[in-house]
């Protein structure tokens, strides 16, 4: 810049020396009009020129560097050079060039960096605009993943005679394609005429033709799937652990309360007394086996039970068989045992409905005492049972889902047709059976195999 100043401040003295020589010989009003035109003319065009100079050396200083001078150093050990902009407490604003040129903007947390460094480089890379100008492909080189830098130039001459020998070899390609045109169409149509003479191929022919080719890709179709049926056994069985038959077995217990369904006049006192006796806790077990999703079998039992007792009370002496009054007790307790079949139906992985339903027998038996005179009464009929409940999977998906939460109705039907009073004479028809009729509702806890956080060791 300097330079250029001293060249105009130069150039200005020496015309004005040229001026001050031509006023020797012109007239004073001519040569001060023609010095002051002059003067503002040369002005005028260095001005512009110092102007335009100027907006050159701004515009390369601006448009043809760079400052890519620091170096970021990622985890992975990735050097990346760039510009840091900005510097927060968690992260760096940088800008760098892309492998394309272009000048990108980028943000980096700091746990990715393990070292970074202000002006590491010496120099700025020259850019062209916001491009890198073609030729300058180390600084692309800088950005890569790698740190590895090659030395390019002694490849430089090699590459300018590869240049060369292909030159030649494309000239000597484009000849010799020439020649093979030439000789194509000759020998084409030689060919037509020969195809000319021959009679044409029938669909028929082409057919069967077609027909061939398709069988080979079958054939080879077929025996790559005897290869793969025969390489199939040859894979390893899935071992068994302890989630193996899961869902397989079901054995649980139960318990709630039943209600049964007889009907009793309660227009006396001793109404009352025996309606007290058919409500009652229920409790049960059951184990069943699931070879399928839905079917199941297997063993059921339950026990219904209810007692009372009164005093000062008008009843009827079963006994005896005659009115009496006084005190009374009973216990009764209505077992029943039976094969069960279960249909089981998934709602979802976790909530399931299973029917069961039973064919089995009754045991009946009633302990009590009239007056402080003890007895024991008992029977046993055949009978049915269903039910119908609802199984929630608990547990989860790591120990296992062991532990299964059951809500459950049943219905019971059966008939005591028979007593045996404990006299010695076996069982005693019944004028009147005693009805079994009962609804059951229960709360049961099931499991599908013995879960392991009941076990004593560890396997």
Same mark, same amino acid.
């Not at 009003?29 to 110092?50: A, Q």
């Not at 560097?65 to 940088?94: H, M, W």
């Not at 009372?308 to 009973?330: V, W, Y």
């Not at 049943?410 to 009073?421: H, I, T």
């Given at each position: ?9 130069? %150039? ?7 001026? *001050? ?39 390369? &200083? ?24 900005? #510097?927060? $407490? ?33 120099? @700025? ?7 890198? $100008? ?22 430089? $001459?090699?590459? *300018?005679?590869?240049? &060369? ?27 037509? #005429? ?51 038959? %899961? ?5 649980? *217990? ?18 009352? !007394?025996? #309606? ?21 079998? +297997?063993?059921?039992?339950?026990? /219904? ?5 009164? #005093?000062?009370?008008? /009843? ?24 069960? /079949? ?16 039973? $064919?089995?027998?009754?045991? !009946?038996?009633?302990?009590?005492? !009239? ?10 009929? /055949? +009978? ?37 009073? =404990?006299? =010695? +004479? ?8 005693? @009805?079994? &009729?009962?609804?059951? %509702? ?18």
């Amino acid at each position: 810049m300097e330079k250029m100043f001293d060249f105009t401040r130069n %150039f200005h003295l020496k015309v004005n020396k040229l001026l *001050a020589t031509q006023l020797l010989w012109r007239s004073e009003p001519d040569l001060k009009e023609e010095i002051l035109s002059s003067k503002n003319h040369i002005f005028n065009t260095k001005l512009n020129k110092v102007i335009i100079v100027l907006f050159l050396v701004f515009g390369f &200083s601006i448009t043809q560097s760079f400052g890519q001078r620091d170096q970021i150093t990622t985890q992975a050990g990735e050097k990346i050079r760039c510009r840091i902009l900005d #510097e927060t $407490p968690n992260r760096f604003v940088y800008a760098y060039l892309s492998p394309s040129g272009k000048v990108l903007r980028n943000e980096i947390f700091k746990n990715l960096v393990s070292d970074f460094k202000y002006n590491f480089y010496p120099s @700025d890379i020259v850019t062209k605009g916001n491009k890198m $100008p073609e030729g300058l492909g180390g600084a692309r080189e800088e950005n890569a993943t790698t740190t590895q830098r090659v030395d390019t130039r002694k490849s430089e $001459p090699t590459k *300018a005679k590869s240049e &060369s020998k292909k030159n030649d070899k494309k000239a000597n390609d484009v000849a010799e394609s020439d020649e093979k045109a030439t000789a194509k169409e000759s020998s084409s149509k030689k060919e037509a #005429e020969k195809v000319a003479d021959k009679p044409k191929a029938t669909d028929n022919d082409k057919k069967v033709v077609t027909k061939k080719e398709e069988t080979k890709p079958k054939k080879e179709e077929v025996i790559a799937k005897k290869e793969e049926k025969a390489v199939a056994p040859l894979a390893a069985p899935k071992a068994d652990n302890e989630f193996s038959n %899961f869902l397989k077995w079901r054995v649980g *217990a139960k318990g709630g309360f039943g209600n049964m369904l007889a009907k009793i006049p309660t227009t006396n006192a001793y109404g009352l !007394y025996q #309606e007290k006796l058919l409500r009652g806790f229920t409790w049960g077990a059951d184990v069943a086996y699931f070879p399928g999703d839905n079917i199941g079998f +297997g063993l059921m039992f339950n026990n /219904f039970q209810a007692n009372n007792k009164a #005093e000062n009370i008008a /009843f009827r002496n079963e006994i005896l068989n005659k009115p009496d009054s006084g005190s009374i007790s009973n216990k009764r307790s209505i077992k029943y045992v039976g094969p069960v /079949f279960y249909y089981r139906k998934n709602i979802d992985f976790k909530t399931m409905v299973v029917l069961g339903v039973s $064919p089995g027998v009754y045991f !009946y038996k009633d302990k009590g005492s !009239y007056n402080d005179a003890n007895y024991t009464f008992k029977g046993m009929d /055949f +009978g049915a049972s269903a039910t119908l409940g609802i199984d929630f999977l608990l547990g989860n998906d790591i120990t296992g889902r062991d532990i299964i939460l059951s809500l459950e109705a049943g219905y019971s039907y059966g008939k005591m047709r028979a007593l045996d009073f =404990g006299a =010695g +004479g076996g069982a005693i028809n019944l004028a009147t059976p005693i @009805d079994l &009729s009962r609804l059951d %509702f229960t709360v049961g806890l099931r499991f599908t195999r013995y879960p392991k956080y009941f076990r004593l060791t560890s396997y």
